[in-house]
Each structure stands twice: as structure tokens, then as C-alpha cells.
């Protein structure tokens, strides 16, 4: 990991934040978001590539969790049977 500083509008980071807080995402964590983007799509990124690039965030976030224990896996099965479908 490295560390990146830039400057901002103060402004334009709080609305950006509140935006962010409402799905659960940090500055950093969109930044992360957008980085991964870029090099997935060899540039600016499209929005397709912003939502691919956020699944994978997820995805890297729910597999630590479960490596450090602190999410349990449940067989969809259970889940299913749980839902009555």
C-alpha cells in the first residue's frame, strides 16, 4: 500500500462524502474504487467499469472478512430453505 495526497475542494469532499456514507464507502475506499478501474479499463474508466471495479472492492473486502474470521459463510441452501424457496 501507498499513501496518496492531494488537494480538494473542502466543499466538494463533504458532498462527496455524504454521497459515499450512503453506501457504506469511505474517500479512500472510492478512490481505491476508481484506481482499480483505471487499470481495468487501461484509462479513464466508464461507468460499467466503475461498478465492475466496485464488485471487486466487495468481493476483496467479504474475503478478508471471512479470513479473519469475522464473517461465517452459510450454504445458500440454508438460506433458501430459511426463505421458503
Do not use: H, Q
Request: neutral net charge.
Amino acid at each position: 500500500m501507498c499513501r496518496i495526497a492531494f488537494e480538494y475542494n473542502t466543499r466538494k469532499k463533504e458532498d462527496a462524502e455524504k454521497f459515499l456514507k450512503e453506501y457504506d464507502l469511505s474517500l479512500s475506499d472510492a478512490m481505491e474504487i476508481f484506481l482499480d478501474a483505471v487499470v481495468m479499463n487501461e484509462g479513464m474508466p466508464n461507468a460499467a467499469a466503475l461498478e465492475d471495479a466496485e464488485d471487486i472492492w466487495r468481493a476483496k473486502k467479504v474475503r478478508k472478512a471471512i479470513k479473519e474470521g469475522k464473517v461465517k459463510l452459510i450454504p445458500a441452501e440454508n438460506v433458501y430453505r430459511k426463505l421458503g424457496l
